[in-house]
Each structure stands twice: as C-alpha cells, then as structure tokens.
C-alpha cells in the first residue's frame, strides 16, 4: 500500500477510497483547509477524489502500449505525492483540483517515458492512444507519450490555453462542458478551440 506522507499524519490511498463522489461544497472547504494546512484535510478528502482521480489515471493510461509499467493506481499514488508536494497551491474547487492532478499525471507519465528510454538507450518512447472523446489527433494511432508533451509544450508558447484544453481533454478526460469551466470560459469558445488544437496537434505529430 502506498501512502501519502503530510507531516504530522499519513493518508492511506486505496481501493477502498475509491467509491464515492462527494459534494462540491465539502470538497471545497476540505482543499482550502488542505491549502491552509489542515493535516486532517487530505485524509478526509481522499474518499471524495480517489474515484474521480483514479478515472483520470486510467483514462490518461488508456491504449498504451505493452512493456508500460504503470497502472492507473500507481499513477493515482505518484500524482498524490506531486499534489502533496504543491505547498503554495491555493486550491479552490474540484474543478481546479483534478485540473492540477492532470498536470501532475502528465508530468509522471512523461518521467516514466523519459527513464524507460534512457534505460533502453535511446529505444522507442512509450506509446498511447488517444481515443474517444480524448483524441486529440483525429485519426491517430499510436503515438509517443513524449513527442505528445514537446507538442503541448511548443504549443504552450504560442497559446498557453489551448495547450491546456488538450491536457484536461486528454490527461483529465474532462468532457467539453468540464473544461469550459475549468477553463472559465463559454462552451463555443471550448469548442473553437478544441478543433483548432487538434488540428494544430496533428500536423506537429505527423510532420
């Protein structure tokens, strides 16, 4: 079992924490008092969360290649230390929330991919497939988890939010709705950008 390590107490995540939606509001004063210091915070948080993170895990996971090493608990775990370690996050709802852990969960996967290459010196990087509703590249197959993240980074520099969309779309599996309110924007504008970052995406992974 891995845990998370808050000073002064330790937050068991596991499957049995994994049922349960919890209500918007208790879910808000839990990450305030979480980003306040409240260190009973996170533990009675994680029954709220753990479904909804462990969801965006398996959906970040979604098609991978074989010979990956992470499953979706594992990448719930490393992305909770990363949260853990967000000392100056000021959290302020759910939304925000999982729109933090889908930074973390990219950020895992793409160390992941980095350490596997560097061990097969320079062999191929790990594969995903952005499917359903997630894909960001229409009609891609596989591709490499890390020529995915140069592409959000480059494309980051040119327009940090549609780089965004496609990592809540993508490492969240947030629908276009989520986003728009991730995102604090109208649901036309979500989908105008959407479709102008696929495209975008996909002539930078098929250049």
Known sequence: MHSTPVPGRAVSLSADASTGHGDDANVTELLRAWGAGDLRAP??????VYAELRRQ?????????????????ALVH??????????????????QFLAVAAQMMRRVL????????????????????????????????????????DALARLATIDPRKARLVELRYFAGMSIPEAA?????????????????????????EA
Do not use: C
């Open 43 to 48: 533990e009675v948080l994680v029954p709220l």
């Open 110 to 149: 793409v160390d992941h991919a980095r350490a596997r290459r560097a061990l097969k010196r320079g062999g191929a990087g790990t594969q995903v497939t952005l499917g359903d509703a997630t894909q960001a590249v229409a009609g891609a197959d596989d591709m490499d988890v890390l020529a995915l993240d």
């Open 78 to 95: 490393e992305a909770w230390l990363r949260l853990d370690g967000q000392h100056d996050a000021r959290w302020e709802s759910r939304t």
């Open 181 to 205: 309110t991730a995102l604090g924007v109208s649901l036309a504008t979500v989908g105008r950008e959407w479709a102008v970052a696929r495209m975008w995406l996909r002539r930078e992974l």
């Open 57 to 73: 895990a398996a959906r970040a996971l979604r098609g991978e290649g074989q010979g990956h090493t992470l499953q979706a608990t």
